[in-house]
């Protein structure tokens, strides 16, 4: 259904225009939480994976390259999934929105599962603590999706997979690996940074995973270990940009590894970390 729109007052727009992150993800109505999908690269692959669109925002132009997409999104939503159009003058006003390639999506925010069965068959996953760069989660996701990490799980702490930033850097793959949140936010913030570790190491190794902290330690085995790239299932554990993992996270962890590295260089971007990570350690 296409729906010709003169402005972004149009309060059908809220979603686009108005609403901030927190009321998008709607914590107090689980039920009516939402997701931007940012180019119809993002939205193809959110549809793809099987999420719910609830409207599309496009300029006129955008119309016949777009038509598959929508159609894709009639024939499995039905026709009442609406598609805004509204004058480039008007979408320019929203931050960012030459980054969208002129088509946005608004989605229903898919209900998480747990952690047993986000990780069901996995063999290698990643563990993201307290990581607070939009760019950097989405980052890893798209080099998870890349390189064969199976399900990925978020701390607490840790930034929103689904906010906009996050899905527009991972290009989309954010909707193709399994991911779901690991550790109680009470528990966690009332026992500081690694607090999910108390229960979450243990789950996860009740899950059959033994789990690698990446930092520098004393203690630390190079990234080519012969006994960690042999584990049949692995958990590969990364700490926030500068302060890293927290120490309990480590001691808690069966392994702590580092990536050797050349000139006094001690450490890398924790997006760059994963992908050289995730390549090794690829089951």
């Known amino acids: 259904m296409i729906v010709k729109v003169p402005t972004l007052e149009d309060p059908r727009l809220d979603a686009y225009a108005r609403l901030t992150e927190t009321q998008l993800r709607s914590k107090l109505e689980p039920e009516r939480a939402l997701f931007i999908a940012e180019s119809g690269k993002v939205i193809k692959r959110a549809l793809a994976a099987g999420m719910e669109p609830l409207s599309l925002l496009m300029e ?31 979408l320019a006003k929203l931050t960012g929105f030459e980054l969208t390639r002129g088509a946005l999506g608004a989605f229903k925010r898919p209900a998480l599962p747990s952690v047993a069965e986000a990780v069901a068959g996995a063999r290698r996953i990643a563990v993201l603590e ?11 996701f798209r080099s998870a999706a890349a390189l064969g990490v199976d399900a990925v799980l978020v701390t607490p702490a840790c930034y929103d997979p689904l906010y906009r930033r996050a899905v527009r850097v991972s290009m989309g793959t954010v909707f193709q690996v399994p991911w779901t949140r690991i550790g109680d936010a009470a528990a966690a913030g009332a026992t500081g940074a690694g607090g999910w570790a108390a229960e979450g190491v243990p789950l996860l190794r009740e899950l059959g995973f033994k789990t690698a902290a990446m930092a520098l330690t004393d203690a630390s085995v190079p990234l080519d270990d012969p006994a960690l790239n042999a584990e049949e299932r692995l958990a590969i554990v990364l700490g926030t940009e500068g302060d890293g993992l927290a120490r309990d996270t480590i001691a808690r962890c069966d392994y702590t590894v580092r990536i050797p590295m050349a000139h006094n260089v001690d450490s890398l971007n924790v997006a760059a970390a994963s992908a050289v990570a995730f390549w090794q350690l690829r089951a």
């Not at 955008?62 to 894709?72: G, N, R, V, Y």
């Open 60 to 90: 006129e132009k955008w119309l016949d390259p777009m038509q598959p997409i929508i159609s894709e999104a009639v024939a499995r939503w039905g026709e009442e999934v609406p598609v805004f159009v509204a004058p480039h003058d008007e």
């Open 130 to 140: 307290d990581i607070t760069n939009h760019t950097n989660v989405g980052a890893i």
